[in-house]
């Protein structure tokens, strides 16, 4: 896990050896001869040791790091296996079992087939847990404010949503070459037409277009837009409803961008399950040119 988390590819004959001394360390504690094996400081060359051996040498400050990630992983995984056991457990239970141990020295078999079970299930929670906060950390780094203004007649206010900067969105106007923006349709209510919102909520050719669009006001029909595109996996041409607002303000941790040259596409679905963003940035509209001469910017 310490290298999957620290993005180290990690040789097979590496781990083997590094499993062998952990296992022959293991092994020390059963032989009485030898108890100063475990003293603190032997503990924590075996744990340099163990570090090196699976992931080599390249500097100091690397092989810290792997030292720390590791001993951060292994209290852990060691301390949730011995919280969850202890919880599980009644009074008495716990009595008998610190008296077994105690005339034993090797503790109870419930103990130990809990610890040889719970191993692998506490490594399972805390990968997929420390993954899901870097994936949170990492999504959270491309995420915007996005102030959307609809412009006359409908000035009351900007429609505000969150974005992901998406590097993958290179969706343009074919003819105009105008960067396209995804949006929930969800966050505009009664702002747009329900013609609109109608056509974004499924698949359409372009006859339901035509007969959709005719039902909308000139001052509507001036600003939409039917871009043609592709799907993944689909054979058949696709239309995406877009329309042209009269500006949108980014809010990002690089700046404040605003531009008017931008088509606003609408989304039926959710782009989320967990509703962490409502639209989808087209990268080409956080650069230099669209910046507003302010420093200050940032998620609210």
């Known amino acids: 896990m310490t290298g999957h988390i620290r993005h180290?590819?990690?040789?097979?004959?590496?781990?083997?050896?590094?499993?062998?001394?952990?296992?022959?360390?293991?092994?020390?504690?059963?032989v009485s001869s030898i108890g100063w094996m475990y003293h603190p400081w032997m503990k924590f060359l075996i744990s340099i040791l163990l570090v090196w051996s699976a992931f080599g040498y390249r500097s100091f400050l690397n092989l810290f790091k792997n030292l720390s990630l590791f001993y951060f992983l292994t209290f852990v995984i060691g301390g949730g296996i011995y919280g969850i056991y202890f919880f599980l457990q009644s009074r008495n239970e716990l009595i008998v079992g610190m008296m077994t141990a105690s005339r034993s020295?090797?503790?109870?078999?419930?103990?130990?087939?809990?610890?040889?079970?719970?191993?692998?299930?506490?490594?399972?929670?805390?990968?997929?847990?420390?993954?899901?906060?870097?994936?949170?950390?990492?999504?959270?780094?491309?995420?915007?404010k996005l102030d959307i203004y609809l412009g006359s007649p409908l000035k009351s206010g900007p429609i505000t949503c969150k974005g992901l900067v998406d590097t993958g969105n290179q969706l343009f106007e074919p003819i105009t070459r105008?960067?396209?923006?995804?949006?929930?349709?969800?966050?505009?209510?009664?702002?747009?037409?329900?013609?609109?919102?109608?056509?974004?909520?499924?698949?359409?050719?372009?006859?339901?277009?035509?007969?959709?669009?005719?039902?909308?006001?000139?001052?509507?029909?001036?600003?939409?837009?039917?871009?043609?595109?592709?799907?993944?996996?689909?054979?058949?041409?696709?239309?995406?409803?877009?329309?042209?607002?009269?500006?949108?303000?980014i809010h990002s941790q690089q700046g404040i961008f605003e531009t008017e040259r931008v088509l606003v596409g609408l989304q039926g679905?959710?782009?989320?399950?967990?509703?962490?963003?409502?639209?989808?940035?087209?990268p080409h509209l956080l650069m230099l040119k669209n910046k507003v001469n302010q420093i200050e910017g940032g998620i609210a």
């Open 178 to 249: 105008i960067p396209i923006i995804v949006v929930e349709a969800s966050q505009f209510h009664s702002r747009i037409p329900e013609s609109m919102v109608h056509l974004s909520n499924e698949e359409i050719l372009i006859h339901e277009v035509d007969r959709s669009l005719a039902n909308l006001s000139d001052e509507w029909l001036t600003k939409v837009r039917v871009i043609p595109f592709h799907g993944v996996g689909k054979s058949q041409m696709q239309f995406l409803i877009a329309f042209r607002p009269e500006r949108i303000v």
């Open 8 to 30: 180290i590819s990690v040789k097979k004959w590496r781990l083997a050896i590094a499993s062998l001394i952990g296992t022959a360390y293991t092994f020390t504690f059963f």
């Open 105 to 144: 020295n090797y503790g109870d078999p419930v103990s130990w087939a809990f610890v040889l079970t719970g191993i692998p299930l506490m490594y399972w929670f805390s990968k997929r847990n420390l993954e899901a906060v870097e994936s949170y950390k990492t999504r959270g780094q491309d995420l915007v």
């Open 269 to 282: 679905k959710k782009l989320t399950k967990d509703d962490s963003y409502q639209a989808i940035i087209h």
